[in-house]
């Protein structure tokens, strides 16, 4: 049976909460720390970015400087969310070398959201997975979650969602018109879900935490031992991972290496080249953005958000 | 995707390639390959079928519109 260490960090400042387990993931890929899981509660709400998102595009920053919220750009895909202390984050970071970790990303979610499965489940919800990387209850998303790779450490994070603002999660986001604001809250009361929806009340975040350490010892045949971030660690998250997600360069990061991304649908930039703008609907939306001379592609970027219930 | 850049591989991969379904697949299918990039539930066809509607965009524009240059003779 293999050890790995749990760290709870209880409630942490939003960059703690958010980027800490990249400081655990260059950690483990550099042979300082062991397979690790940690959980651990925003302290205060802030605003989070996917990683292809671009930032003018996606939220509403004016509002955010107004309200206080912090903007990070997280290190994976998908949507913008609005986090506060309403969700508990798991985070399991691992050697490719664990023998109880896939390395296959959809068998990676498969056996680690049994976890999650587990903890809804024994709180009396109906919870099932649903690939790629969701868990419902009544077709309703009650868990984000997503998977990532630093080296040579396996990343899955998620959450398991409290209460939900759903006001608050339409308001941050960039709406070309302000009339959809109220319908994009509509659709993700229709599609998102909470614990306090389901069950009519939020059960304690320490049963919650017990629960998920209940849940990865059995499904994953690991024995958690309690213990605190190394020195290497706190090192690394402060002269590296934090002073990366804090920076412009990261925030911008789309738009400054694909400056055609600030331009919308089709028009034309020179003689012979335009910026065309396409989205394409599959299991996940595909968006494309390229700069194309004839039929050919001159330089193109893409990125796809999470369809709530798609 | 994971990892997360590597969708940078891609359009590294696909730039000045003629827009054209089956050899854009093709060589996204080599880019996953060639640098372990796993892409569940979006195979490489996704991405081709995403990435070719930009053809259609552009031959909706009447040939006068076109914004890009035609090789002389040609409509």
Redesign the interface.
């Known amino acids: 049976m293999e050890n790995w260490r749990l760290i709870d960090l209880g409630m942490a400042e939003p960059y703690v909460a958010q980027c800490f387990y990249e400081a655990v993931a260059l950690a483990i890929d550099r042979g300082l720390s062991p397979n690790t899981i940690i959980l651990v509660q925003p302290a205060s709400p802030y605003v989070c970015l996917g990683y292809h998102q671009i930032l003018e595009k996606e939220v509403d920053v004016e509002f955010c400087k107004k309200q206080g919220l912090p903007i990070i750009r997280r290190s994976q895909g998908g949507g913008t969310v609005y986090l506060n202390n309403d969700q508990v984050f798991y985070q399991v970071v691992a050697s490719e070398d664990s023998k109880v970790i896939p390395h296959r990303v959809d068998e990676l979610f498969e056996k680690l959201l049994q976890v999650t499965v587990y903890v809804y489940r024994k709180l009396g919800l109906e919870a099932e997975f649903k690939p790629l990387n969701d868990v419902v209850v009544n077709n309703r998303k009650i868990s984000g979650n997503g998977a990532g790779r630093i080296g040579k450490a396996i990343i899955l994070v998620g959450n398991i969602i409290l209460d939900l603002d759903y006001d608050l999660m339409a308001r941050v986001l960039k709406i070309p018109d302000e009339k959809f604001r109220d319908k994009m809250a509509k659709s993700m009361r229709e599609w998102v879900t909470s614990l306090k929806r389901e069950l009519g009340y939020i059960p304690s975040v320490d049963e919650i935490k017990k629960l998920l350490v209940e849940g990865y010892e059995k499904i994953l045949g690991i024995k958690l031992i309690p213990s605190s971030p190394s020195e290497d660690e706190l090192h690394i998250f402060e002269n590296e991972v934090k002073p990366k997600h804090m920076s412009y360069e990261w925030l911008h990061m789309p738009e400054l290496t694909h400056r055609e991304l600030t331009i919308d649908r089709a028009v034309k930039i020179a003689d012979g080249v335009k910026v065309i703008e396409v989205v394409h609907k599959a299991k996940k939306l595909i968006k494309v953005t390229a700069e194309v001379i004839g039929d050919k592609i001159f330089g193109y970027y893409d990125y796809w958000r999470l369809l709530y219930g798609s | 995707?994971?990892?997360?850049d590597g969708?940078s591989k891609?359009?590294t991969a696909?730039?000045?390639?003629?827009?054209n379904h089956e050899d854009i697949v093709e060589k996204i299918k080599e880019v996953f390959k060639k640098y372990g990039i796993?892409s569940?539930?979006?195979p490489a066809e996704?991405?081709a079928?995403?990435?070719m509607?930009?053809?259609e965009?552009?031959e909706k524009y009447p040939p006068e519109l076109r914004?890009?240059?035609e090789p002389e003779g040609k409509e």
Do not use: S
């Not at chain 2, 995707?1 to 997360?4: A, G």
């Not at chain 2, 696909?14 to 827009?19: F, Q, V």
């Open positions: 995707m994971v990892p997360e969708v891609i359009e696909l730039k000045g390639m003629t827009l796993q569940p539930g979006i996704d991405f079928d995403a990435i509607k930009l053809k965009y552009t914004p890009f240059a």
